[in-house]
């Protein structure tokens, strides 16, 4: 009878922990973006369906951006360490974001206009490996894919 209650109790701290594990993972039923990293793709405008991919194409850690806990952020733009803070509202898909570079070198390429457009952004949409961070009333958006380290 005794290993039959430390059976069940094995199998109920297993699951308890499972469940614990898995809150980690999503906020409200959402992927969260704490311990992310994603590269930027490009600038998208919705209405004409354009994608300007960013300057240089074939740099892979240009552009790059991990959330490091569930308030900050820090990359890379093109030259420049990056660096910042954001608001996030898993329900509504509200996001703020607060960034700027660590200049040690003149900005290149696209640099000035993503760290500008970062501090545009007011909302996002997560799916599977892209991120969309919009600006202007959702008429654009920085396109975003998982960068797996």
Not at 98 to 126: A, H, K, Q, R, W
Request: charged share 25%.
């Amino acid at each position: 009878m005794n290993l039959k209650i430390l059976k069940y109790a094995a199998i109920i701290l297993l699951l308890a922990r499972t469940m614990i594990a898995c809150e980690d993972e999503k906020k409200d039923g959402n992927p969260v973006l704490k311990g992310t990293s994603w590269k930027l793709i490009g600038f998208m405008d919705v209405e004409p369906g354009k994608l300007r991919k960013a300057e240089p194409e074939d740099c892979q850690r240009c552009y790059t951006i991990t959330f490091d806990t569930d308030t900050t952020f820090s990359g890379l733009a093109s030259s420049n360490l990056m660096h910042g803070y954001y608001k996030i509202d898993y329900q509504t898909t509200y996001m703020q974001i607060v960034c700027g570079t660590t200049t040690e070198v003149i900005p290149y390429f696209d640099e000035e206009i993503f760290v500008e457009t970062m501090n545009l952004v007011l909302s996002f949409s997560l799916q599977n490996d892209e991120l969309r961070l919009y600006y202007k009333d959702k008429k654009n958006y920085l396109l975003f894919k998982s960068k797996i380290s």
